[in-house]
């Protein structure tokens, strides 16, 4: 049986794509093994698919001062000697890393093995974490066409983000229903991010009066955003986050506003949904939503909000110039080259293993 180690972690992004992976991977006979931090994001998430888990140490390399960063690279080189005397005996055909920093020993590991390390690039830029990677990698899937210029040539594949197959299956009827809405007023889905946004829900919730006289208003706000003096508001429902649900509140959505989180904003592509995207200010990230939303919307597929620019009038223009040209958004998203992005993945991983 062909073996496969999956790693990636420190945030549900770097991790949501391998979940993705794991049912064609299972078709395609992989016997499937992770590699994470210890007690990360990724450990809570990966073993309720009863996938073998196995944490190593894991440190950050920052760009700034930080004390840490005398203490975090003998992290680095712990989690290195574990990922070695893992791969050792695990010996796997193959190495596929989403990213974040405990990938970092893992695909150096991988080298070290010559076992073949196939990393992801969910961001237009590439971050610390897999520059560090490529060169010990393969092959480099990206989303965003922006991004080969930053990858080698030769290694560099457009693959789109994988986007969890149940997603992709939501019941539009199922989701009004666990909303309490009407089935023939249009919706609007606001998503904050999986900590929820205070500017974005302070920003829409102002706008509740005008906006439930033509459509109806699905909030995930985040957790602890819940504001309980909108409770049983006709038209508006508010939810800290969603789990098995999610896929029948996208499909009961018309149009979706949005942060630009990479993976976010491929399932918004995936799912053909016209969004708004707020992307995070650059003084709050590295820009990297910034550069998602600007390409996402050159390729006609979304409007785009600086936060800078947000409040009440700005967005209730969007919303209304966005529903009036739905069709034209929907036609751009389905021309995308990105949409069968578990099989590109799972075709080079394949390649990967054969040339084992």
């Not at 480099?140 to 991004?147: Q, V």
């Not at 491929?266 to 708004?276: G, M, S, T, V």
């Not at 390409?295 to 409007?303: H, I, L, N, V």
């Amino acid at each position: 049986m062909k073996r496969i180690v999956l790693t990636g972690g420190g945030t549900a992004g770097h991790v949501t794509p391998n979940i993705a992976l794991l049912p064609r991977l299972k078709e395609l006979g992989y016997d499937i093994h992770y590699i994470g931090s210890y007690d990360g994001i990724e450990r809570k998430l990966i073993e309720q698919y009863h996938i073998p888990y196995y944490g190593i140490s894991s440190g950050k390399l920052r760009r700034y001062f930080d004390w840490k960063n005398f203490s975090d690279p003998f992290k680095v080189l712990k989690g290195y000697r574990q990922a070695r005397a893992l791969l050792k005996k695990l010996n796997p055909d193959v190495v596929f890393s989403k990213g974040g920093f405990v990938s970092v020993p893992v695909i150096l590991a991988a080298k070290h093995r010559k076992i073949p390390a196939i990393i992801h690039e969910s961001d237009i830029t590439p971050g610390l974490a897999n520059k560090l990677a490529i060169p010990n990698a393969c092959k480099i899937c990206c989303n965003f066409p922006e991004t080969l210029k930053y990858l080698p040539a030769d290694k560099a594949v457009l693959t789109g983000s994988p986007i969890r197959k149940e997603l992709l299956s939501g019941n539009r009827l199922h989701g009004l229903t666990y909303c309490r809405f009407k089935p023939d007023k249009p919706v609007i889905m606001v998503v904050g991010g999986s900590s929820g946004s205070q500017f974005i829900n302070e920003v829409v919730r102002s706008l509740l009066p005008e906006l439930l006289i033509n459509y109806q208003v699905l909030h995930l706000c985040g957790k602890g955003n819940l504001d309980d003096s909108l409770t049983g508001t006709q038209g508006y429902a508010q939810f800290e986050y969603a789990n098995q649900e999610l896929s029948d509140l996208f499909a009961a959505a018309d149009i979706v506003i949005s942060r630009a989180g990479a993976n976010a904003i491929c399932e918004l592509l995936a799912l053909r949904k016209p969004n708004i995207l707020i992307p995070l200010s650059a003084n709050a990230s590295r820009g990297d939503q910034i550069l998602n939303a600007q390409s996402f919307e050159k390729q006609g597929y979304s409007m785009v909000i600086e936060e800078e620019r947000l409040n009440g009038k700005v967005l209730s223009d969007a919303i209304r110039k966005l529903f009036a040209n739905r069709s034209q958004y929907i036609d751009a998203m389905a021309q995308s080259e990105q949409l069968n992005s578990v099989e590109t993945v799972a075709q080079l991983i394949e390649q990967a293993a054969r040339k084992q």
